[in-house]
């Protein structure tokens, strides 16, 4: 039995996650104490998208629904954070 090899698509999508994860880490880690609230929610949804990284480059079938929940989600947190004015 051969290997499925990956498509480029999801080679990049598992990139750009990885990149975002990092960057995640490093922005969860910095606003830690100015935003207690919205800290727990972004610290899951950081460590999720690293795990969704992790399963889109090693081609797991759970992958791509979990991208479409955190991504879906992490958008989700996006919008209904409040901007100060």
Do not use: D, E, K
């Not at 989600?73 to 996006?78: F, I, M």
């Amino acid at each position: 039995m051969t290997a499925t090899p990956r498509p480029l698509g999801v080679s990049v999508l598992a990139a750009l996650a990885t990149i975002g994860t990092v960057l995640g880490l490093l922005v969860v880690a910095a606003v830690a104490n100015a935003s207690a609230g919205a800290f727990p929610i972004a610290l899951a949804l950081t460590l999720f998208q690293g795990l969704t990284a992790y399963g889109l480059w090693t081609m797991r079938p759970w992958a791509w629904p979990l991208a479409l929940i955190v991504w879906g989600l992490g958008a989700l947190h996006c919008m209904t954070q409040q901007q100060p004015a």
